[in-house]
T-cell receptor, first 112, second 114 residues
Framework: SQQGEEDPQALSIQEGENATMNCSYK?????LQWYRQNSGRGLVHLIL?????REKHSGRLRVTLDTSKKSSSLLITASRAADTASYFC????????????FGKGMKLTVNP | DADVTQTPRNRITKTGKRIMLECSQT?????MYWYRQDPGLGLRLIYY???????NKGEISDGYSVSRQAQAKFSLSLESAIPNQTALYFC?????????????FGDGTRLSIL
């Protein structure tokens, strides 16, 4: 069964707007990670938040983690056309030999 | 990530053929992984290796085998390919000497089985 589920599955916004993506998961985690995938390319790591952290920033990215609700959100501020990609959340499960379980991904389109 | 190189990038082959996908890394990471990506299903783990002497099955290992020839090389084989193994395959690495580290992906191999 899928551990992480991104929501929404697709999002289309205008350049300059903020984009928020949500991820829910089912079991206890060591950390939660967000990745980006451009069409035809491999996944690129964006940001990692540990289970004892609540918020983390990296440039235009802001990630929050609520372990009580088993959910995370990724906010991209002031979006650019180059942010158009698929985004995946991945969870490293507790006691899971440091494997990652990926969600199905969500497609973000930023229109110029 | 140019530090994780997958070959070939694209492959078309016929049902029943044996296929090997190769992955090499220059990152010095101890762990290597093979994933499969299908539309709408995200990434699913096929096999992973903690070091040269350690191989572990992932979520969907049936029909696949792997070999960790060296710390830097991890190959995936399909002994007798079938059409439902048509997918995008990714190799990834991670450094587990410190906790909470991300994985680093190659650019993938697009495999089509006719």
């Amino acid at each position: 069964s899928q551990q992480g589920e991104e929501d929404p599955q697709a999002l289309s916004i205008q350049e300059g707007e903020n984009a928020t993506m949500n991820c829910s998961y089912k079991t206890s985690i060591n950390n939660l990670q967000w990745y980006r995938q451009n069409s035809g390319r491999g996944l690129v790591h964006l940001i990692l938040i540990r289970s004892n952290e609540r918020e983390k920033h990296s440039g235009r990215l802001r990630v929050t983690l609520d372990t009580s609700k088993k959910s995370s959100s990724l906010l991209i501020t002031a979006s650019r056309a180059a942010d158009t990609a698929s985004y995946f959340c991945a969870t490293e499960l507790q006691g899971g030999s440091e494997k990652l379980v990926f969600g199905k991904g969500m497609k973000l389109t930023v229109n110029p | 990530d140019a530090d994780v190189t997958q070959t070939p990038r694209n492959r078309i082959t016929k049902t029943g053929k044996r296929i090997m996908l190769e992955c090499s890394q220059t990152k010095g990471h101890d762990r290597m992984y093979w994933y499969r990506q299908d539309p709408g299903l995200g990434l699913r783990l096929i096999y992973y290796s903690f070091d040269v002497k350690d191989i572990n099955k992932g979520e969907i290992s049936d029909g696949y085998s792997v070999s960790r020839q060296a710390q830097a090389k991890f190959s995936l084989s399909l002994e007798s390919a079938i059409p439902n193994q048509t997918a995008l395959y990714f190799c990834a690495t991670s450094d587990t000497r410190t906790p909470n580290q991300p994985q680093h992906f190659g650019d993938g191999t697009r495999l089509s089985i006719l």
